[in-house]
């Protein structure tokens, strides 16, 4: 009986021992991080800014992408949402003539207009692994809660998949509704 309760003893220290660490050593150090927005500002020039998010995206074949989606404010109070991917060259040739394919996990199908153009100072040779994509009409569409996967057409007949996390659609549309 003596055992009995001098073991209950030393198991209550023990447990009392470890809690005591945890909270002096701080709980928020085991847990997992949470995803935090890594919106940057930058100004383009007097009066013109962007707001912009990076993220790496792998694809089908766990090959990496950039994926910016960027803000522009222009002095006179115009802007511009737009999603940039970006593969490292030579993985795919990107289909300008189709638009972007967005997917949500229920099947929710949206598409982004391509709008390549203007980021290429000579239009006639394209980077054939970047693509810019006009978000601003669907991204108040996408559901934040859900996971969303991206078809990028390429002239090779299979397209890309890229998967985005709930947690990169919100930033998006916190990205979206900044100013």
């Known amino acids: 009986m003596m055992w009995q309760r001098v073991r209950q003893l ?5 447990s009392f021992s470890i809690l005591l660490i945890l909270l002096l050593t701080g709980v928020e150090n085991l847990a997992v991080p949470a995803a935090s927005a ?3 500002q930058l100004e383009e020039a007097p009066g013109q800014f962007v707001y912009q998010s990076r993220q790496t995206l ?21 802007s511009f949402f ?3 991917l970006v593969g490292f ?3 795919a040739e990107i289909d300008r003539s189709q638009p972007l394919e967005l997917t949500d996990s229920l099947g929710k199908l949206l598409t982004a207009n391509d709008a390549s153009q203007q980021i290429f100072t000579d ?3 394209p980077e054939p692994n970047v693509g810019q994509y006009d978000l601003a009409p669907i991204v108040s569409e996408l559901q934040a809660a859900i996971p969303l996967k991206l078809t990028l057409p390429t002239t090779q ?6 998967l985005v996390s709930p ?6 549309q916190a990205l979206f509704t900044q100013l």
């Open 10 to 14: 030393i198991l209550w220290l023990i």
């Open 38 to 40: 890594a919106i940057r």
């Open 167 to 172: 947690a990169l659609v919100q930033e998006w």
């Open 82 to 84: 737009y999603l940039r």
């Open 58 to 78: 792998r694809d089908q074949h766990s090959n990496s992408w950039q994926a910016i989606a960027f803000k522009r404010i222009r002095p006179d109070g115009s």
């Open 89 to 91: 060259p030579g993985i």
């Open 157 to 162: 007949g299979q397209p890309i998949e890229l």
């Open 123 to 125: 239009a006639a040779v």
